[in-house]
């Protein structure tokens, strides 16, 4: 389960007076095939308080504006990994690791010298 939300504070923005404003977001997840599959179920805006109220006044004239449109939302979604999740994954070498191994390993002559 998760919770999460998130505020803007009071700003003015040029002309702009904007009134503060937030929202609180909720989303369940259950996993099942072994962690291969998921569903998903997400709640935006529970309490519907994400609407901004916007004051503006320029040239002694007073403007306000307040968003109808809301981002209240049900969102679900389900998902399947695929492939085979025993197998570990291949593990990769750069350069400068195989150069330290090879190094560090001696190799029998160690002199430099070509034996001849």
């Not at 989303?27 to 962690?35: A, D, N």
């Not at 040239?59 to 307040?66: P, S």
């Not at 979604?77 to 994954?89: A, D, I, L, Q, V």
Request: hydrophobic share 30%; charged share 25%.
């Amino acid at each position: 389960m998760e919770i999460e939300g998130r505020m803007q504070t009071p700003t003015i923005w040029g002309y702009y007076d904007m009134k503060s404003r937030g929202s609180v977001n909720m989303g369940v997840k259950k996993t099942f095939g072994k962690y291969k599959g998921a569903l998903s179920l997400y709640l935006d805006d529970i309490f519907k308080t994400d609407r901004s109220h916007v004051t503006m006044l320029h040239d002694g004239t007073m403007r306000y504006a307040e968003s109808l449109w809301t981002g209240r939302a049900i969102r679900f979604s389900f998902s399947w990994r695929f492939g085979n999740m025993g197998k570990p994954e291949r593990q990769r070498r750069v350069g400068q690791q195989d150069e330290a191994e090879r190094i560090g390993s001696g190799g029998g002559n160690s002199s430099g010298g070509g034996g001849g």
